[in-house]
């Protein structure tokens, strides 16, 4: 039998004071202020143009399991779409810049998240943990 259990992670990110990881869609939502299908969204956008972020849920016969809660890396990559999204008020434009600039692209790569914050990279405060 697996059970899955949350590890809690008692750092925070500094430049987004973003809640300790992993988080629930719902947790980020009310923290940044905005609808859950407002992340529903945000999620949706990086999954289709950032490359890493699908490849942090955790999967199950080939399938990503995107229920699952946030890692730090989505939540950054989330955040980062909502403050695009605030600056530019235009999803066209960061779909535009997430399909043309490859910059924007390694910018929210998980190795750009990784060497940002290397204290992150711990796997205890990214994931579920299977018993």
Same mark, same amino acid.
């Given at each position: 039998?697996?059970?899955?259990?949350?590890?809690?992670?008692?750092?925070?990110?500094?430049?987004?004071?973003?809640?300790?990881?992993?988080?629930?869609?719902?947790? !980020?939502?009310? *923290?940044?202020? =905005?609808?859950?299908?407002?992340?529903?969204?945000?999620? %949706?956008? #990086?999954? $289709?143009?950032?490359?890493?972020? !699908?490849?942090? *849920?955790?999967? =199950?016969?080939?399938?990503?399991?995107?229920?699952?809660? %946030?890692? #730090?890396? $989505?939540?950054?990559?989330?955040?980062?779409?909502?403050?695009?999204?605030?600056?530019?008020?235009?999803?066209?434009?960061?779909?535009?810049?997430?399909?043309?600039?490859?910059?924007?692209?390694?910018?929210?790569?998980?190795?750009?998240?990784?060497?940002?914050?290397?204290?992150?990279?711990?796997?205890?405060?990214?994931?579920?943990?299977?018993?």
């Amino acid at each position: 039998m697996v059970v899955s259990v949350k590890v809690q992670c008692n750092r925070k990110m500094n430049d987004w004071n973003i809640p300790d990881a992993p988080i629930t869609k719902k947790r !980020l939502a009310s *923290y940044l202020g =905005v609808s859950e299908r407002s992340i529903f969204n945000y999620q %949706l956008l #990086a999954s $289709q143009y950032v490359d890493d972020f !699908l490849s942090d *849920y955790p999967s =199950v016969c080939g399938k990503y399991v995107t229920a699952a809660p %946030l890692t #730090a890396y $989505q939540a950054w990559v989330l955040c980062n779409v909502h403050k695009f999204l605030e600056y530019f008020a235009c999803k066209r434009v960061l779909t535009d810049r997430l399909e043309n600039d490859s910059r924007i692209q390694q910018s929210w790569g998980k190795q750009a998240f990784i060497a940002k914050y290397p204290e992150y990279f711990d796997d205890s405060c990214n994931s579920l943990v299977k018993l």
